[in-house]
């Protein structure tokens, strides 16, 4: 792959300083056309030690107005990044609609790192390849454009920058030492590097292997990728799509998965309290310890409107100190969340170990009210599922507890509610005509329930379907549900 890197590419400064002076002009103009599109551009700039990365940054932003544009390090791993799933660091950086974000680094560099050091498997090293190939995937289809600029230099290259810089007195600056120390593996980086290209070339997400001795030849290039890259999502994306929308189903309306769930389970007064006051001292002292074994708890809240979520979270979280959990609560996106990919403003809510993050509402919005209200297309709602798992997994394998709660009523009982709020003057507010409209969809929306419960329902994130007809009893099922969890996960923690 990189033996084609390597044969002496260069321009003189003059045809230089001539291509750059168009290419400036062709770039600021269609960054210009790009402010109000609804996607995002994302480049990714990366490469050998010593190749110029930095610099290539730096003409980008020159080339271009700086404004538009969003450039990251990634560096060191800060506490508040090791303290959450690998991607958390990546989505906070997510540029939205209509800007550029340029990645100096980004979800290659470690598993190339730690693969050379042996850190982990080729077979790991694959895995985190497929990982990151879905994760670029999942961007594109939701419109971003993925600019991947690979800077190649051969291992003389590389010796003879590290010596001249060392001589000008520079190498502190420009190279820090522990990427001095990669260079004295370059054969082995080569050899992962190749591996971690070749799986990850992708139409959505190509490589772009660029020769970079000539530091003339190497910024053009770099530019002139960027030029056409542009230039290609911007006609593409100016042709109408075509989204896939399915015919009408000619089969019967049939039993789906809440018909399995029994809401007639009442739980009487008395034994209400003895579970409540039980279960609810054993959540408490079960989150203590996760925050000493450094174990979070990432949980969903759904269900019907008026099906008492919001009674149920508060008995959840009447038994948990404040400083260990955060409850957020979602309703319709903002203008800047929706400037971003779906499930970013619920990737920058997660706490860090040993921290609990409730969501009233949450991501499954897409599948559910975007589904049937029509906010989101057949192909939108349909790809989520596999985006939503993906999501939960990479929180699971963190080492977090995922709790995901349908909390089911009929339709008579959500009828009764709905009137009885309409008469309390302390809950006429939870009243909607946005309530009576959801209610002629009902039927809709259990099939809605039944399709995410089907593709999303994991061994890592199950759902747990909880009767709620009976307040009481939903409760104590959510609570019981959350110690069982909590508990399995810190036995797994606990030392041999």
Avoid at 278 to 305: H, I, M, N, P, T
Avoid at 384 to 398: K, L, T
Wanted: charged share 30%; with cysteine.
């Amino acid at each position: 792959m990189f033996e084609t890197l390597e044969i002496g590419r260069k321009i003189k400064g003059k045809d230089f300083d001539e291509a750059v002076l168009k290419l400036r002009q062709q770039l600021l103009a269609l960054q210009f056309e790009l402010e109000d599109k609804p996607w995002p551009v994302i480049v990714i700039v990366s490469g050998v030690e010593a190749a110029g990365k930095g610099t290539v940054v730096h003409r980008l932003n020159e080339w271009m107005d700086p404004r538009g544009i969003y450039t990251y390090a990634f560096w060191d791993y800060s506490d508040e990044e090791e303290a959450r799933p690998f991607y958390w660091r990546f989505w906070r950086a997510m540029p939205a609609h209509g800007k550029i974000g340029i990645f100096f680094g980004s979800w290659y560099t470690r598993p190339i790192i730690d693969r050379v050091y042996g850190k982990i498997s080729d077979a790991e090293l694959d895995a985190e390849m497929q990982r990151i190939s879905e994760f670029e995937h999942m961007l594109s289809d939701d419109g971003a454009l993925i600019v991947k600029l690979w800077l190649h230099l051969s291992e003389e290259g590389v010796r003879e920058r590290l010596d001249k810089r060392t001589k000008q007195h520079l190498k502190s600056f420009n190279i820090p030492e522990e990427n001095v120390k990669y260079t004295r593996r370059y054969q082995d980086f080569k050899v992962v590097s190749e591996r971690a290209l070749r799986q990850t070339d992708s139409s959505y997400g190509p490589w772009h292997l660029i020769e970079a001795q000539n530091a003339n030849y190497r910024d053009l290039t770099a530019g002139e990728i960027l030029l056409d890259s542009m230039r290609e999502h911007l006609e593409k994306h100016n042709n109408k799509q075509h989204w896939h929308e399915p015919g009408e189903s000619l089969v019967p309306d049939q039993p789906t998965i809440l018909d399995t769930v029994d809401t007639e389970a009442v739980l009487e007064p008395d034994e209400y309290k003895v579970k409540l006051k039980e279960y609810q001292s054993k959540l408490a002292e079960l989150c203590w310890q996760a925050r000493e074994q450094g174990v979070s708890c990432v949980a969903v809240f759904e269900g019907w409107d008026a099906a008492g979520k919001g009674s149920a979270i508060r008995r959840v979280t009447q038994a948990i100190d404040p400083r260990l959990f955060r409850l957020v609560q979602f309703a319709a996106p903002t203008d800047e969340e929706r400037a971003h990919h779906y499930l970013w403003r619920f990737w920058r809510q997660l706490e860090r170990d040993g921290k609990h993050t409730f969501f009233d509402r949450s991501w499954y919005g897409r599948v559910l009210v975007e589904r049937v209200e029509g906010f989101a297309h057949y192909d939108e709602w349909q790809r989520a599922y596999h985006e939503i798992n993906r999501f939960e997994e990479q929180i699971a394998e963190h080492g977090s507890v995922v709790l995901k709660f349908w909390i089911h009523i009929d339709e008579d009982e959500q009828l009764a509610r709905f009137k009885a709020r309409e008469v309390t003057p302390h809950k006429m507010h939870k009243i909607t005509e946005e309530d009576w409209r959801n209610r002629d969809k009902w039927h809709e929306y259990e099939v809605a329930v039944h399709d995410m419960v089907t593709h999303t329902s994991t061994a890592y994130a199950p759902w747990t379907l909880v009767a709620g007809n009976d307040k009481r009893y939903a409760r104590i099922q959510i609570l019981k549900t959350f110690c069982k969890r909590m508990e399995a996960a810190l036995d797994k923690k606990e030392p041999d």
